[in-house]
């Protein structure tokens, strides 16, 4: 009798569980019916699911930046950039501040207050420190940082976020503060505010976000099937198009390991390397 061959394996993390279920169930219909046999697992936290890739059990994950960059660290060459959302292409961190705040550029924040992502997180702390310490400001000796309560998720993982860090910015905890660009247009929506209330201090270089990955056993062929699929789904069908409503996305793209290069530096610099996902 001939071994089945096994479906293709692809992993991501619940931290919304109702919504997870409904985009995953669309991603593994999808690429059944156009001939790929697909399940999927659902795993708790990224430390859990780099691990399942590193041993074998996940053949292509769908990463955050921090656990995408670790793996492209821990296992190079082995594990390879597949694609993203076209959402996830050039974004970057900004540091804001009320126009009121008489904060214009880096030497204004000087011995300011400043609000930032926990010491873990890649888009709140770890890659704009590094490059703020490329242009010559040390966020932990040239600033005051702002210590804010954390938000405890579905997965139990604590992190302070963009809306926590706009919101002390807002209220005079914080002179100034960290948040992922995308962010922006909502947080302004939220609070009723004009784009002029804001003002934009400084941003990173472009950088890409999440990112599927591929583990070390998928082989060439495999990964090039995977992503010919994933960047031909038709949002005019109404399962994608709402899929890709929920994952903040109208289209997926190719993707290389260049975009992730500023991460994994920020990672190296912290000597975070294989210590958290």
Not at 137 to 154: G, Q
């Amino acid at each position: 009798m001939t071994e089945r061959p096994r479906p293709l394996m692809i992993g991501a993390t619940a931290a919304d569980p109702k919504r997870a279920v409904f985009i995953w169930n669309a991603i593994r219909k999808y690429f059944n019916e156009a001939g790929l046999e697909t399940e999927y697992a659902l795993y708790s936290t990224y430390d859990a699911l780099g691990s399942a890739v590193l041993d074998g059990h996940v053949d292509i994950a769908w990463n955050a930046p921090m656990a995408h960059a670790q793996l492209l660290l821990r296992s190079p060459s082995a594990c390879r950039t597949l694609a993203m959302r076209d959402t996830d292409e050039d974004v970057h961190s900004l540091i804001v501040a009320r126009a009121d705040a008489a904060i214009a550029d880096l030497d204004d924040l000087r011995g300011r207050r400043l609000a930032m992502g926990v010491d873990i997180s890649s888009e709140l702390y770890l890659l704009p420190a590094a490059q703020l310490a490329e242009d010559g400001l040390d966020v932990e000796s040239d600033c005051e940082l702002v210590e804010l309560e954390a938000t405890e998720y579905y997965n139990l993982q604590r992190w302070v976020d963009d809306r926590t860090i706009f919101g002390a910015v807002l209220d005079g905890r914080a002179d100034a503060g960290v948040i992922f660009e995308p962010w922006l247009g909502y947080l302004l929506r939220r609070h009723e505010l004009a784009a002029d209330d804001i003002v934009e201090v400084w941003r990173t270089r472009p950088y890409c976000h999440c990112a599927f990955t591929s583990g070390p056993s998928l082989s060439d062929d495999a990964c090039e099937q995977f992503v010919e699929l994933l960047v031909a789904m038709d949002p005019a069908d109404p399962e994608i198009a709402e899929m890709m409503r929920m994952e903040h996305l109208s289209k997926w793209v190719r993707a290389t390991d260049d975009g992730w290069s500023d991460i994994m530096g920020a990672v190296e610099q912290a000597d975070l390397v294989g210590k958290i996902f």
